[in-house]
């Protein structure tokens, strides 16, 4: 019978594995799902903080125990075997378990604890760090694992289930099943040098702009892709003069003269309103797109990326009066940005 104080299914002892219990350990599967996640011997044991001697060690014990190997050499990189995958999956697992367990404990304590781990696209460098600086005030005792990547590596991590949550301009419902939930703005604005002479001029029309050079991101950027859809709609070729992989890049091409760009009004975040780059009055601008919180369909998050998504989510409608105060000119279209529903997009967990 099961113990009266407990209301879940009673488990007898002989469905307990037993033979793992006494034969593995929480450190080797750790050391496991290090080498895993990097890729690497040598990585896992500098994020652990041991010699790589101890590191090979532990896995041997851990593949004896199961008795099939778990990684197998493929040029100078080791990958999981068939049961090193399964292992993985059921290590993840494990630790996504202890660590609500960790912070259920902290929480009888009166103290938050946890750890999240927060992948964002390259653009939302520029203002998650304040979001979770924010956050962090509220629960001092979380630990973040912060993570910036382009967005093919980010639907990589997605895949594989590598992080709580992610950061992007566009959810990928067209390769995943996701969950994603719209908190923040991403304007995108027409920025020029400072000493543009169309800077000051006010409802340029994109046949203008069309006539400047252009520079644009990297092919499969989302901005990039904004970008030529606004003059793919009014049949105007515009007149690319390079491609660059970076914001930074970009903005200093653009205050050396090069051209114009699109990029997100969060890329001006530091410079403020009086810096070096201008942003141009342009016909149809800004392109009032979203940052979403993201994870796939069905994951089960930890309490600590269930926190982190109630605070960002609780503090969007700040997030559009802070953009307001550094640009006020903009503030009718960030005003009907957040009015506006979004079809499609979920808005609260």
Not at 119 to 135: M, S
Not at 178 to 185: E, L
Request: glycine content about 6%; hydrophobic content about 45%.
């Amino acid at each position: 019978m099961p113990p009266p104080y407990s209301d879940q299914t009673y488990t007898p002892p002989a469905a307990m594995p037993d033979y793992l219990i006494r034969h593995a350990s929480l450190r080797q599967i750790q050391v496991f799902e290090a080498i895993v996640r990097l890729g690497s011997f040598t990585r896992a044991a500098d994020e652990l903080f041991v010699t790589q001697p101890t590191v090979s060690m532990q896995i041997k014990k851990l593949a004896d125990a199961l008795g099939l190997p778990l990684f197998e050499q493929i040029g100078r990189q080791v990958r999981p075997t068939e049961a090193g995958a399964e292992l993985y999956q059921a290590c993840r697992a494990i630790f996504e378990t202890l660590a609500n367990l960790e912070m259920r404990i902290a929480d009888l304590k009166g103290v938050k604890r946890g750890r999240l781990r927060l992948c964002v696209i390259t653009t939302a460098k520029y203002f998650a760090p304040e979001v979770l600086g924010e956050f962090c005030k509220l629960y001092p005792g979380i630990e973040v694992a912060l993570k910036v990547s382009n967005r093919d590596r980010i639907l990589e991590r997605i895949n594989a289930n590598e992080d709580d949550l992610y950061i992007m301009g566009q959810a990928p419902s067209d390769q995943f099943e996701v969950d994603a939930f719209a908190f923040a703005p991403n304007p995108l604005v027409v920025m020029a040098p400072r000493d543009h002479p169309l800077v000051g001029q006010k409802q340029i029309p994109m046949n203008r702009i069309a006539e400047e050079a252009l520079i644009l991101r990297e092919p499969g950027s989302g901005i990039r892709d904004a970008t030529l859809r606004v003059f793919e709609q009014l049949r105007i070729r515009p007149k690319v003069r390079m491609e660059l992989g970076s914001n930074e890049a970009i903005k200093h091409a653009v205050v050396g003269g090069l051209g114009l760009s699109v990029l997100s009004l969060h890329t001006l975040t530091l410079e403020g309103p009086d810096g070096p780059v201008a942003i141009l009055d342009v016909e149809g601008f800004p392109i009032m797109r979203q940052w979403y919180l993201v994870y796939p369909k069905g994951k089960e998050l930890s309490l600590v990326a269930k926190a982190f998504l109630d605070f960002a989510l609780k503090i969007r409608m700040s997030l559009y009066e802070r953009m307001e105060l550094m640009w006020p000119e903009l503030a009718p279209a960030f005003q009907a940005a957040y009015d506006r529903p979004r079809a499609g997009v979920e808005q609260t967990p």
